[in-house]
């Protein structure tokens, strides 16, 4: 196993994937709480969830960020 840090990666994919993985928790957060949605996930094995009047979705109603720009064709 690789033990070196992700962001030291050659693959650009590979180095930019965690923040990535951010932006779409960013996003999922701030989903959840414009449906009113609990977010379920598993951590150390445990399955855990998240409402929608939690502290974590104060913080995703903050973060916004600009469309993804398309360069090319589909």
Known sequence: MNTQPIDTARDADLRLSLAALHRAA??????????????VFS?????????PTAAAFTAAAVAQEA????????
Do not use: C, D, M
């Not at 960013?26 to 959840?32: I, K």
């Not at 951590?43 to 409402?51: L, M, N, Y």
């Open 43 to 51: 951590r150390r094995g445990v399955v855990e969830t998240i409402s």
């Open 26 to 39: 960013l996003r999922a957060r701030e989903l959840a709480r414009q449906t009113g949605t609990a977010i």
């Open 67 to 74: 469309p993804a720009r398309y360069t090319g064709k589909p």
